[in-house]
């Protein structure tokens, strides 16, 4: 494993455990909803309520400022590298301007969101509609704060800086969690406080991370807006923004449309669809999430000084170790998923209905798995090249795709067409990308994408067989814990297949000598 893999593994294992403590207390987070709203009408609202908002950050947050600002702010860097006098001040004026921009927009943004909101809301069929109005102009301005947070992220992200930026999630999660049990009995119902501590979190995002930009040699100020405006950096970060907005605009009317069609398809669909995307979105993040933020500003790097070689190497190290983590892990859930929704989300309003509504949802979403999290290694390598075209024409194509597709199943499958049209997308989008990466001829990824297909397959063949101990024990290890509370009756269990299932498939990787585990372990065995 040479340096750049060991210090992609490196920074990604470290960025990981504190995305895994995050994405725990989401978890967490979705467990005292579960707790308190359970899959009736009122968690449907602040389902709703919360994406509307979650989706413009999505937006304009993590998937334009972070994907067009790093690969433009590392080009003032290496100028600064190289010793130019006064390119200090420079960047001090590229970052200032950027910065008012940005709050500018968002602002604007906040206070129409909070004006339209009950034209939006009527998208989607809610029950509770006031409620959901009330809660979505609670929540907007969370928008605000997760952008500014973004661009505190983009900033030491680039100088390879990701503990701070791994800090903020906490810090929302668990202000969520504390003020859904400490202010529900002050507030009209648990949804508002939940949205409180939303509004908190997301103020905590971006403060956390400030003190550490300014300790790494960043002010910035305040100027002008014209100025703004005019800045060339700015005009370059809109110009690369431009085409990404489309394509995460396609991405992320996914999420719109495929919620106005849940909703419309029955009581707690919506909050089924949501209790299934953060058991996916558990895993997603951990692990693709942390190695695409850590693999963006090296493949930036290495676009701009033209080291292919490094490039290269990179991308399919990040594309093995994808494969190696989300395809066993798929398949193991999609095993014990009845047994995992019930520990972590039945209680007094998670009855069996909505076990069943979030097992139909979570069998259809588990698939796509693999994809998603590929697609956020891929986007990474054109934006690192700053191209920013082809994942939006990916994007466009794939959602034109899901929502054919989820129009189409939502009447006989409900939530399970949903997520079943999401996981066809996500290949779909993995396809297009794998497609426009071959035409930069400067990346020769034929041979490795060969070699890696026939590795993804060698994994689906191990978690098979993997997972046909865990099937056939399976029913005899619940009904020895039957009876208990639910952490022994279905927590026990759950670890004792887990261990059986990576018994069998680390054995199977070690006697065929897996190049992955190899590395992984020559790695831990130098550092030891």
Known sequence: ??????????????????TLVSRVLGLLREMAKASLLGTTALSDAFSVAFMIPNLFRRLFAEGSISVAFIPTFKEYLIEDSQGLSDNRKKIREFLSCVFTFLTFFVTLAVIVGILVSPY???????EAFDETVFLTRLMFPFLAFVSVAALFQG????????APSGLGPILLNLVTILCAYGFSPFTANPARAMAIGILIGGFLEAAIQFPFVLQKGFPFFFTGLKRAFKHPGTRKVLRLIGPTIIGMAAYQLNDLVSTALAGNAGEGVVSSLQYSLRLQELILGVFAVSIGTVLLPDLSEYAKSAQWDHYHERLVQAIDIIALITIPITFF????????????????????????????????????????????ILAPAFYAQSDSKSPTLAGIISFVVNMALAAILVGPLKGAGVAFALTIASAVNTALLLVFLRRNHQIRLDKALRAALVYAVKLIIFSCIAAIPVRALSPHILAFFAGHKRLMAQGFPLIINAIIFAVVGIILLVVTKDKQVRAIWNMVRKKG
């Open 333 to 376: 859930a999609l095993s014990q998923g009845e047994t995992l929704i019930r520990l972590l989300f039945q209680s007094r309003s998670f009855d069996d209905g909505s076990v069943a509504l979030t097992l139909s949802a979570f069998t259809f979403h588990m698939p796509g798995l693999f994809f998603i999290a590929l697609n956020r």
């Open 155 to 162: 900033i030491l992200n680039s100088v390879r800086v990701f």
């Open 120 to 126: 939006v809301v009527s998208i989607f069929g809610m």
């Open 1 to 18: 494993m040479g340096a750049s893999s060991r210090s992609l593994v490196r920074h990604g294992s470290a960025l990981s455990l504190l």
